[in-house]
Nanobody
Framework: QVQLVESGGGLVQPGGSLRLSCVTS????????MGWYRQAPGKQREFVAI???????NYADSVKGRFTISRDNTKNTVYLQMNSLKPEDTAVYYC???????WGQGTQVTVSS
């Protein structure tokens, strides 16, 4: 059974930081390209970041320079370090296994003073 479980969301002030985690099971994590996506209220789900099985990252322009995606193959976990957060980063953040399109349940991130 495939599971992707996100955690680490919460309420943070503008300029603050959060680190999201996505623990996976039921997939060959070390061979999987993994991604983070987000969906704000009333908007479509959008791409945030992706990391290949070899560790090569790519980012949406809106988060480049502020967010960092990483992975730990020993823990079957992908991370999203989010710095310099802005109110427009408020969304539910989802983890995704790219090849088979498995999704996690999401974790809420709210950036507000």
């Amino acid at each position: 059974q495939v599971q992707l479980v996100e955690s680490g969301g919460g309420l943070v002030q503008p300029g603050g930081s959060l680190r999201l985690s996505c623990v996976t099971s039921g997939i060959i994590f070390s061979l999987s390209t993994m991604g983070w996506y987000r969906q704000a209220p009333g908007k479509q789900r959008e791409f945030v970041a992706i990391i290949s099985s070899g560790g090569n990252p790519n980012y949406a322009d809106s988060v480049k320079g502020r967010f960092t995606i990483s992975r730990d193959n020993t823990k079957n976990t992908v991370y999203l370090q989010m710095n310099s957060l802005k109110p427009e980063d408020t969304a539910v953040y989802y983890c995704k296994e790219i090849a088979y399109q498995y999704w996690g349940q999401g974790t809420q991130v709210t950036v507000s003073s």
